[in-house]
């Protein structure tokens, strides 16, 4: 079955894991899928008044919705261009005194829209919103009193003169979010900043080396009488050949964990029980828990005992990241890494969580030979665990390479960014802002490096000379979220 702009794709079932998306024609690593607008979006409640409510991209300056002093936008043509989903809203929340949670709201725009189109398939939409799932019946205790909760104050914001819908329907509704509600991203990709449905998405199975992955575009709204004009939309992009008939899978955690711990993540989160070949050949395990081996290769106990202290150490680094005590993490992570380093192994994800943690805090706080270091290391754990085309990766790859250049490593830099810009090539794709950055990046490297290589004393002296007068590109404060993940858990 394929609708409007979804022909390459088509919805089949499966014994035990219900439906799923399947290939029509062959793709190749990077090509687009399908790409899909959002049935209905919102920003989060912690970022509403600094991310556009339209394309979801961080700005300095919004402009505020002048009735109902909720909703901001990058502009006027931002602004038109949500009125009819911000319309009812607009006036909900002038009524109700003030603009409920995000899940209410996201409720809301959903019941809005199919009070204006039906809960039918909706153009290119491969199932309808009735038909998503929403485990409602999987749910434990907990999460069905905060469903109910939710479903009380949907009714208190809900206006009287809008389509009254029956308590089993606005369950179902909120099921659906809690179940397929995709994370979205700002203009940089590097922070979490909302929540949107996109029906065809969650029609894709989990696998944990998925043949694609999915990727948040804001779009181009400043282009909007030209060719370039383009709708915030999410991107499927194989990062595999993919061959006609066979099935499209993403992943909904991150891989860099043993696949007993992403097994209890996908069963507590998505209510399924993973069969994919990682999880049941465990693959890779032995590199995520790898200790030392040679001579003095560590006792069982001696393991068991590094491994409780680097977890201590992580919530430790939480909290102390909490609230800012960067030179604190650095004590922590140094701490961590001298108890690691004779026990485990280069891969062991203990090791890894540690020394990405230490790169990315030493880097904002300007100590980038130390962070390079660190993030070299992190890189070569990666590369061994992770799918060669793995967004995170690229990401990774990309950090250690700035931090490289920062620190005047001008050779490993600029290969380490020539490394990122091919992984984000497939993942992101050439006219993703992040991409464009890492182009810029990697072209100024490459200068760099000839000058170099014709001459290593006047490029240290021209390098002394150019940081004196400009200060350092700093490196953006360190955030205490891992990177987006694909779907949003209400946690």
Known sequence: MTRGGM????????EGKGRGLKAQKEFLPGDVIFAEPAYAAVVFDSLTHVICHTCFKRQERLHRCGQCKFAYYCDRTCQRAAWLNHKNECSAIKRHGKAPTENIRLAARIMWKIEREGSGLSEGCLVSIDDLQNHVDSFDE????????DVESFLEFWPPHSQQFGMQYISHIFGV???????????????????????NLCQANHDCWPNCTVIFNNGNHEAVRSMFHTQMRIELRALTKISPGDELTVSYVDFLNVSEERRKQLKKQYYFDCTCEHCKKQIKDDLMLAVKEGEGKPSAETVKEVIQFSKDTLEKISKARMEGLYHEVVKLCRECLKKQEPVLGDTNIYLLRILSIASEVLSYLQMFEEAADY???????????????????GMAVMRAGVTHWHAGLIEAGHGLICKAYAILLITHGPSHPITKDLEVMRVQTEMELRMFQQNEFMYYKMREAALKNQKIQVMPEPSNETSPGLFHKKE
């Open 7 to 14: 022909e390459s794709v088509e919805v089949f079932t499966t």
């Open 142 to 149: 907990e999460e069905k009193k905060e469903l109910r909760a």
């Open 177 to 199: 979010i809690s179940c397929n509600g995709f994370t979205l991203s700002d203009q940089r990709g590097l922070q979490a900043v909302g929540v949107g449905i996109f029906p």
């Open 375 to 393: 993030a070299k290391r992190m890189v070569d754990g990666y590369l061994k665990i992770y799918h060669p085309n793995n967004a995170q990766l």
